[in-house]
């Protein structure tokens, strides 16, 4: 071991900058192997969709789809409604309104899961955020959880009458996907 | 291991060909003459069992190969035709079904083997370890078999495994969802994901021949852990591995094939799920998702931890804590037969499993879930206080002299006696 430290000189220059050159091609050549897993073009280019939302009577609920994935779309009862709104803040795990159109910081009231004056209709993914799960409550007849929502039969996840979690294993609540209404009877999500 | 292969060309051919490419000197050396313990039990005969599965699964997964068509609309009905139209399809689907549940007995009896007999002490941490690695890629490997017939179960098995993924999102925002996101080709699961799911189950099984092949040569470096744990010391503690070892390994084989072929011809679908013949609906979660039974002790792991990222990172861990076990047993003595204590602490591992195994396959409720973390908690206190602790405070019973010294009458240093070697007594 010498104390003395040799200046850099011409081929240390060139090692390092040719062990770069590898690298970087290496990593270069290797990126197309990742990214030709992630969803293409195709995947991605999905249309909007409208739904028509005049058959669907107070209490009712229909499933819809989009990019590939159900979509809950439920006319609440007034009593429903009453129930969500009730709830204080501090009772939800997820204090997080998940809503697209909102930032996440807004807090998980049940005014910010739908829209001004079409509280009745509560739109969401209906995509158990434990697992990814379709939970239980969208047929008649389906449990409900104990908090009157849905019911993720999965790993046992209860969602409220907002979508929001309140009992389980699941982190999140329901997302709400970003959609509008079209008129007064129609909405077009994505 | 001090061994030589006693290969000795017999024509000028095979003299000129061992100059060239010694193999059939190595093979000698490797599977004829190379010295195993004299006291190897029926356990020990699980190895051989394993390569067979391995070779079985990759013979007839091949063949299913040519008649499988991996995508979305025409995978279920493929397998469908293999079990119906495809000349002897019936057998071999049922011998690659059946040979994944049988894969998965005979693993679990090898790895409950190295634990009771401590055969993942010095000097076979790099062998054991080269085991856990091979026991992962199975576990992939399985599952994304599971995956292409498209049943309900495939669907919704692999949204839910996939979507463990998605608990990185606690961690950096966004992250899990993109990994998913990648796995999947999509934004749920599609065709797309059941066709990369296909290229990667035939490529992983020679990922893991590869690693059989480390896992042997790892083996015969360090010679074979033996019901005693004690090294082979003199000649006498030894016998060739053909024909002693090799015959023994026979006779558990078959032993094993009964089984197995019990279940191919006799109850081909025991061991599956009757949903998974419903074909695969995005739109309908079976009520009850439950994975083949070789998944259920983690699946009740994942469950037992009431946060996503938590029952994830135990998942997991339960199968990394594995790797660290060379180091977490503290105990200088190697086999559980000498060790007193020890010993009940095992059998209350193997409780724990079976336990979850049961617990795994029951709706997460009431009871379930409190057992659950019960056999949870003993599983990683097992390893990680046990394992230490006992190995400082326990003493040990005396151990034999040799290998010999404990089979043999005469107290062994005498030469073999008949062909077998002595069966173990307790």
């Known amino acids: 071991m010498t104390s003395e430290v040799e200046d850099p000189d011409r081929r240390d220059f060139l090692v390092i900058a040719g062990n770069a050159f590898v690298a970087v091609g290496a990593a270069v050549t290797l990126w197309p192997f990742v990214a030709q897993m992630n969803p293409d073009a195709g995947a991605q280019a999905l249309a909007s969709v409208e739904i028509d939302l005049s058959p669907v009577k107070e209490g009712q609920a229909i499933t819809a789809m989009w990019r590939g994935k159900p979509i809950f779309i439920r006319n609440r009862t007034p009593e429903e409604i009453k129930e969500a709104e009730a709830v204080a803040i501090a009772d939800l795990p997820d204090q997080s309104a998940r809503n697209d159109l909102l930032p996440e910081t807004t807090p998980a009231l049940d005014a910010n899961r739908v829209k001004d004056g079409k509280v009745n209709w509560l739109i969401l993914i209906g995509i158990c955020t434990h697992l990814g799960c379709i939970p239980k409550g969208q047929a008649m007849g389906d449990s409900r959880g104990d908090f009157g929502g849905w019911f993720c039969p999965c790993h046992g996840s209860h969602y409220d009458t907002s979508g929001r979690i309140r009992k389980g294993p699941a982190p999140r609540n329901l997302e709400v996907p970003p959609y509008a209404f079209v008129s007064d009877t129609k909405i077009k999500i994505g | ?426």
């Open chain 2, 1 to 426: 291991m001090d061994h030589t292969s006693n290969y000795e060309p017999k024509s000028s051919f095979a003299k000129w060909w061992d100059d060239r490419l010694p193999v059939m000197r190595l093979m000698q050396g490797q599977l004829i003459d190379f010295p195993t313990p004299r006291n190897l039990n029926y356990l020990w005969t699980f190895g051989g069992i394993l390569t067979f599965c391995l070779a079985a699964q990759i013979m007839t997964g091949v063949v299913l190969a040519m008649h499988y068509q991996p995508s979305a609309a025409e995978a279920f009905n493929s397998v469908e035709a293999i079990r119906r139209d495809v000349n002897y399809g019936w057998m071999i689907r049922n011998f690659h079904a059946v040979g994944a549940s049988m894969f998965f007995i005979a693993v679990y009896i090898h790895i409950f083997r190295g634990l009771y007999y401590g055969s993942y002490k010095a000097p076979r941490e790099v062998l054991w370890i080269i085991g856990v690695l091979i026991f992962l890629v199975m576990m992939a490997t399985a599952f994304m078999g599971y995956a292409l017939p498209w049943g309900q179960m495939s669907f919704w098995g692999v949204t839910v495994i996939t979507n463990l993924f998605s608990s990185l999102n606690e961690i950096i925002s966004g992250v899990g969802t993109a990994v998913v996101q990648w796995l999947w080709g999509g934004y749920s699961v599609s065709g797309t994901t059941l066709n990369r799911f296909f290229s990667l189950h035939y490529l992983l099984p020679f990922v893991l021949a590869g690693l059989v092949i480390l896992h042997i040569w790892a083996l015969h470096v360090s010679g074979q852990n033996n019901p005693t744990g004690l090294d082979i010391k003199t000649k006498a503690d030894a016998v060739p591995m053909y024909p002693y070892a090799i015959a023994k390994d026979a006779v558990g084989l078959f032993a094993f094939l009964l089984l197995f072929a019990w279940f191919v011809f006799f109850l081909p679908d025991y061991l599956g799920h009757a949903d998974n013949y419903v074909e695969a609906n995005p739109l309908v979660t079976p009520p009850h998702i439950v994975p083949e039974w070789y998944f259920l002790p983690f699946y009740a792991i994942l469950r037992a931890i009431p946060s996503k990222l938590g029952g994830v990172i135990a998942m997991f861990a339960s199968i990394v804590v594995l790797v660290f076990v060379p180091w977490l047993d503290t105990s200088r003595v190697r086999s559980a037969k000498y060790r007193p204590l020890y010993k009940w602490f095992f059998w209350l591992l193997v409780i724990a499993c079976l336990g979850l195994g049961y617990l795994g396959a029951k709706p997460p409720e009431g009871a379930y879930v409190i057992w659950s973390r019960i056999f949870t908690f003993y599983y990683f206190a097992h390893f990680l206080l046990v394992m230490p602790i006992l190995g400082l405070i326990e003493t040990p019973k005396p151990l034999p002299k040799s290998i010999s010294a404990s089979v043999l009458p005469s107290g062994g240093g005498g030469a073999p006696q008949g062909a077998a070697a002595a069966p173990e007594t307790r």
